[in-house]
């Protein structure tokens, strides 16, 4: 199953919710290998990204139409990664920063805000945090 909703407007829904359990309920409601990809990447302390951040513009085009989606590129994310074994050895910072301009300047403009907050670990909602995402997903390795 892929997403439905860009993974801004399904934090911005997440953040609309009251109550622990409605969070863990509209959590998994949500779930496919994508956004479980991208809450790992965020939450699991042994991931940690080195790729800088470049300056880039941001998509002008409206949610849904934009050339990728952040639930598309999260099977690539792993370039980004330091020390991942997928990574190939020869892509350089040059070009891993080439490649993140590229994918920022394809996104639309709040998935792309969401994936430097992605790499910079922290998505700036209060109520979503290591414990929440553990017991919405048990078995997500979250080291």
């Not at 998505?123 to 979250?142: H, Q, R, S």
């Amino acid at each position: 199953m892929s997403a439905e909703l860009l993974y801004s407007e399904i934090l911005d829904e997440y953040k609309k919710l009251t109550t622990k359990e409605e969070r863990i309920a509209y959590l998994r409601k949500q779930e496919h290998f994508g956004l479980l990809e991208f809450l790992k990447a965020v939450f699991h302390p042994k991931i940690t990204f080195d790729v800088i951040v470049p300056e880039y513009r941001p998509a002008i085009e409206p949610a849904g139409l934009n050339f990728t989606y952040l639930d598309m590129e999260m099977r690539k994310i792993y370039r980004f990664i330091k020390n991942h074994p997928g990574r190939p050895p020869n892509l350089g910072a040059d070009r891993q920063t080439s490649l993140l301009k590229i994918i920022l300047e394809s996104l639309h403009k709040d998935e792309a805000e969401l994936l430097i907050k992605m790499i910079h670990k922290d998505l700036g909602v209060e109520t979503l945090d290591t414990k929440i995402v553990k017991e919405a997903f048990p078995n997500l390795d979250l080291g």
